[in-house]
T-cell receptor, first 110, second 117 residues
């Protein structure tokens, strides 16, 4: 069963901490994405990557960075977590118009 | 840039009824895909239906069908014989055909659909 795996389902971090959200896919997809989901705002694209070591800013990249050292892994980094980054984070991978999503990480920054 | 608008934040219908969720979008692209995704409380995003813009025939998947009006930039989802398991958030999404989707999906804000027993 093909899938996208996000390492944590729930995460609680303190303000100012450096936070890593990990995402791994087993479908050999070129494209990977990080979205943020907030009530009433839908899903908003933070960063995406179309190849190893390539990264592109999405609609809301401020306060985030990403890393893609291997094709199957795409990491989202919060350099200094803030309370306004409390949210649900969804990872996805795709080939053409076929997308597969992870189950999300609900991050709380206190 | 593309925008996707879902004007119904929440809808509630009785089991077995038919319900239509609205979606409009704005784009200058001529070739693109439109999607409806379902997100139940488990959080897993599930593809409900996909429509390619160059296909005039409306997509159908069992109880789910769309009304795609390209000129009006409208893409509504009809759920027939609604079931309790249809209760979920529903997201409309847009993807440019150019680039093979490498720059991702643009989502609407979602409609929370509640099916009442």
């Amino acid at each position: 069963d093909v899938k996208v795996t996000q390492s944590s389902r729930y995460l609680v971090k303190r303000t100012g901490e450096k936070v890593f959200l990990e995402c791994v896919q087993d479908m050999d997809h070129e494209n990977m994405f990080w979205y943020r989901q907030d009530p009433g705002l839908g899903l908003r694209l933070i960063y995406f990557s179309y190849d190893v070591k390539m990264k592109e800013k999405g609609d809301i990249p401020e306060g985030y960075s990403v890393s893609r050292e291997k094709k199957e892994r795409f990491s989202l980094i919060l350099e200094s977590a803030s309370t306004n980054q409390t949210s649900m984070y969804l990872c996805a991978s795709s080939v053409h118009a076929g997308y597969t999503f992870g189950s999300g990480t609900r991050l709380t920054v206190v | 840039a593309q925008t996707v608008t879902q004007s119904q934040p929440e809808m509630s219908v009785q089991e077995a009824e038919t319900v239509t969720l609205s979606c409009t979008y704005d784009t200058s692209e001529n070739n693109y895909y439109l999607f409806w995704y379902k997100q139940p409380p488990s959080r897993q995003m599930i593809l409900v239906i996909r429509q390619e813009a160059y296909k005039q025939q409306n997509a159908t998947e069992n109880r789910f069908s769309v009304n795609f009006q390209k000129a009006a930039k409208s893409f509504s989802l009809k759920i027939s014989d609604s079931q309790l398991g249809d209760t979920a958030m529903y997201f409309c999404a847009f993807m440019k055909h150019e680039g093979g989707g490498a720059d991702g999906l643009t989502f609407g804000k979602g409609t929370h659909l509640i099916i009442q027993p």
